[in-house]
C-alpha cells in the first residue's frame, strides 16, 4: 500500500508540476506499467464526437500511436460505455476482444485491464493495460482497484491540461483581435474635412471587421476610393485586408482606370492567396472638377446613385467576380468599368451590414430600407448623415449582425449649379455687396450656400468658429425657405441671397419668391417642449445678433436678412 502511495504521489507531483503534456502522459503509463508488471500499454481519448477514441501514448514493443478504434464496440469501447473497470484474465473467453489490432501488429494480447479516464459524469477515454509478466500471469481485482485510482489521477490531470490549454489559447485569440482591430483602424483613412466630397463610416460588428473602405486624392485632384468585405473573420481576414488595401494604395497612383486596378489587384492577390479567401470590392475614381466618375464593382452590393432632385436611385451591379478567386478570371482586358456623371447626385457605396442590419421593428433593412433612410437624410451634413443612416440599424445595446460600412460620394461642384463669384485673397474687405449668388430651392444646392458662406466669411477675414456659426444661421434658414415658403416642391422656385458688409458688422439677406409669409406667425417654441421641429429660430437666433423679416424690394416674396457682427480684431 505505501508502494501506491508513494506512486500516486510522484504522478501527481508531475502532473502539477509540467506543461508537457505528451511527456507527462507517457511517463506516467511506464510508470503504471512497471508497477503492474505488464508487457504494454495505451492510452485512448474520446473524440469530440464520442464515436472514436485515439491512441495518445503507449508503452511497449509496438507503437500504436495514432491508431483510432471504435468507441461503441471492444473490451476499451465496454468500458467507455459503461464508465467502470474491466478485469480480462484471458482474452480468448470475452466475446467483445477483438484480434484485429493484433493481426496487424504481430502482437499478441492474453490479458487485459481496462480502466476509465473519468471525471465526474464525464469519460475522456481509458487506460487500457496488457499482458501481465511473472506469476501466474493472470491481472488480479486488487490490480483493477489500483489502476482505477490511478486512472482518475490522470483523468483530472488531462482534463487540467486540456483546460489550460483553451485558456492559452482563447489568450491567444484575443491578442490577435486586438492586433487585427488595430491593423484595420491604422488602416482607416482620416477625415479630409466637412465640405470633402467623399465620406466614409466603418462599424465593426465584433472588435474585427471584414469590410475596409480607403480614400486617395491624387495630385490632379481626382479622388480614388473603395469598399471591400473579405471573407472570414480574425487575423487572417485582417492581413488580408491590410494586404488589399495597401495594393490599392500603391497601384491605384499609376493606374489609369478602376478595372486595370482591381484587376492588378486580383492578380497580386491570387499569386500569394493559399487559404482559399476572397474580397468583394467596389472601386472608383472621381474627379470633383466636372463630377465625371469611373467604378468597377468585384462581386461587391451594388452602388445607389441617388438624384435628390428627382429622389430616384440607380442601382450599378457587379459585373466582374470577387478579388483573389482566380487570376485573370476577368478576363484579357480586366474588369468592366461603368462610367457617368453625377450631375448634382450622390453615389452611396456600402458592406451587405447595411441591408441586412435588424432594424428598430425587428425586421431586415433591405435595399428598400436603405434607400428609405438616404431620402430622409439627405439634406444632412455627409457625416451626420451617414451616422444617422448607420444609427437606424444600431440597435442600443446590442451588436450588429454584421460589419457595417458605408462611404458615400457626393458632386459639390459649382459648375453643376449656379456660378458663384470667389472674392480674391488680397481683396479689401470694405462696405458694400461681397456677392451675391441665386440658386433652385432644393436641399441638393445646400452645399453650395454653405461654400458661399464660407468664402464671403473668409473675404472679410473671419476665423473658422465666426464662420461655422453663420454657416449653420444660414443652411437653417435656406431650409426653411425649402420646407415651409416653397413646400419642399422640386423645381418650386429659387432662393437669392446676398452677402453685404456693413461696417463691423456682415448682412446676409435671404429672399425668395414664394408667397408672402406673415412673421407674427413665425416663432421660436419654448426650449422646455420637447418635441420635434421649431427649434430652428432659436439656433438662428442665438447665433446671429439680428434675424427678422424686413419688407422685400418689388417681385420678391420673402426677405429674411441675418446680421452678425465681425470680431473685434477685424477692421
Not at 134 to 142: C, H, N
Not at 422 to 432: E, F, I, L, Q, R
Not at 501 to 524: L, Q, T, Y
Amino acid at each position: 500500500m505505501q508502494d501506491q502511495l508513494r506512486m500516486l504521489s510522484e504522478m501527481t507531483r508531475e502532473f502539477t508540476a509540467s506543461h508537457d503534456y505528451k511527456t507527462v502522459v507517457h511517463s506516467a503509463l511506464a510508470r503504471i506499467t512497471k508497477y503492474l508488471g505488464a508487457e504494454a500499454a495505451a492510452l485512448f481519448l474520446l473524440s469530440d464526437t464520442g464515436d472514436t477514441l485515439a491512441c495518445s501514448a503507449c508503452v511497449g514493443p509496438v507503437d500504436i500511436t495514432g491508431l483510432i478504434i471504435s468507441a461503441k464496440t471492444g473490451v476499451v469501447g465496454r468500458t467507455v460505455q459503461k464508465r467502470e473497470g474491466t478485469l480480462v484474465r484471458d482474452v480468448r473467453l470475452d466475446a467483445d476482444f477483438g484480434a484485429a489490432v493484433d493481426s496487424k501488429t504481430g502482437f499478441t494480447t492474453r490479458s487485459l485491464l481496462v480502466a476509465p479516464l473519468s471525471i465526474g459524469k464525464d469519460c475522456l477515454g481509458a487506460i487500457e493495460i496488457i499482458n501481465r509478466v511473472g506469476g501466474d500471469g493472470l491481472f488480479s481485482a486488487d490490480d483493477l482497484v489500483l489502476l482505477e485510482t490511478l486512472s482518475r489521477a490522470a483523468a483530472l490531470a488531462i482534463n487540467n491540461f486540456r483546460l489550460t490549454e483553451k485558456i492559452v489559447q482563447r489568450e491567444r485569440e484575443t491578442h490577435e483581435l486586438e492586433l487585427a482591430a488595430e491593423i484595420q483602424r491604422d488602416l482607416l483613412p482620416q477625415p479630409l474635412g466637412r465640405e470633402f466630397p467623399v465620406h466614409g463610416i466603418n462599424i465593426p460588428a465584433r472588435s474585427v471587421s471584414g469590410d475596409f473602405y480607403d480614400i486617395l486624392v491624387l495630385p490632379d485632384g481626382r479622388i480614388w476610393f473603395n469598399v471591400g468585405d473579405v471573407s472570414g473573420k480574425g487575423m487572417n481576414a485582417a492581413l488580408l485586408m491590410a494586404k488589399t488595401s495597401s495594393l490599392f494604395r500603391c497601384l491605384a497612383k499609376s493606374a489609369e482606370h478602376p478595372g486595370q486596378l482591381l484587376n492588378a489587384i486580383n492578380n497580386e492577390l491570387c499569386e500569394t492567396n493559399s487559404r482559399g479567401m476572397f474580397v468583394t470590392m467596389v472601386g472608383g475614381l472621381f474627379n470633383p472638377a466636372n463630377g465625371h466618375l469611373s467604378l468597377t464593382n468585384a462581386g461587391h452590393e451594388p452602388p445607389l446613385h441617388f438624384d435628390p432632385r428627382t429622389e430616384r436611385f440607380t442601382a450599378i451591379p457587379a459585373d466582374g467576380p470577387p478579388l483573389g478567386i482566380g487570376q485573370g478570371i476577368a478576363g484579357p482586358d480586366g474588369y468592366p468599368v461603368t462610367e457617368f456623371d453625377l450631375a448634382g447626385g450622390m453615389l452611396y457605396v456600402f458592406s451587405d451590414g447595411l441591408t441586412e442590419a435588424t432594424t428598430f421593428g425587428g425586421g431586415m433593412l433591405g435595399i428598400d430600407g436603405a434607400r428609405a433612410l438616404i431620402r430622409e437624410h439627405a439634406e444632412e451634413s455627409p457625416e451626420i448623415r451617414l451616422k444617422s443612416i448607420s444609427g437606424a440599424v444600431k440597435l442600443p445595446g446590442q451588436s450588429l449582425r454584421d460589419d457595417l460600412t458605408l462611404l458615400v460620394v457626393e458632386d459639390m461642384a459649382s459648375a453643376h449649379g449656379p456660378s458663384m463669384p470667389v472674392p480674391s485673397a488680397d481683396a479689401k474687405s470694405t462696405d458694400g455687396e461681397i456677392m451675391r449668388i441665386r440658386v433652385p430651392a432644393r436641399p441638393d444646392r445646400l452645399k453650395l450656400i454653405r461654400a458661399a458662406v464660407e468664402q464671403a466669411s473668409k473675404y472679410c477675414g473671419a476665423g473658422e468658429a465666426w464662420t461655422f456659426d453663420l454657416i449653420m444661421a444660414v443652411d437653417e434658414s435656406c431650409q426653411n425657405v425649402i420646407r415651409h415658403a416653397y413646400g419642399g416642391r422640386p423645381e418650386a422656385g429659387d432662393i437669392v441671397i446676398d452677402f453685404l458688409r456693413r461696417g463691423d458688422a456682415m448682412e446676409v439677406h435671404i429672399m425668395d419668391f414664394a408667397d408672402p409669409v406673415d412673421p407674427s406667425k413665425v416663432k421660436s417654441r419654448d426650449l422646455s417642449d420637447v418635441r420635434p421641429g421649431g427649434l430652428g429660430v432659436h439656433l438662428i437666433k442665438s447665433v446671429c445678433d439680428e434675424a427678422n423679416f424686413v419688407p422685400p424690394p418689388p417681385g420678391v416674396g420673402n426677405l429674411f436678412k441675418l446680421t452678425k457682427r465681425l470680431p473685434s480684431n477685424i477692421k
